[in-house]
């Protein structure tokens, strides 16, 4: 019985050890606002693309990825792109900082 249970805790202390290392590493990537002198020309040059007729507002990075925040026609939107400005996602900003409850 005493093994079983020793087990068991043995079991529920490394799950909670886990969660602690993944709950770490997924701080490591947040958002960090960057000067524009700190983007490759690649990723600026593919923003500039994408913000056809708008402007970037701001430079995000986290973890090894780029975001421009793009104005557009009154709307915020998020482009995520690779180090060699390969575009992951787009997303509108508004939103996204709304659920976090950020204010940018």
Known sequence: ??????????????????????QAEEEKHEEQTIKSSD????????AQAEAKGGSIIRWEKEGANYEAVIQKKGK???????A?????????????????GENH
């Open 1 to 22: 019985m005493k093994a079983k249970k020793l087990v068991i805790v043995a079991a529920v202390s490394a799950a909670l050890s886990f969660s602690v290392i993944a």
């Open 39 to 46: 983007v490759p020309a690649a990723v600026q040059q593919a």
């Open 76 to 82: 915020q939107i998020g482009v995520e792109m690779d």
């Open 84 to 100: 060699n400005g390969k575009v992951l996602s787009k997303h509108n900003e508004a939103k996204e900082h709304k659920e976090t």
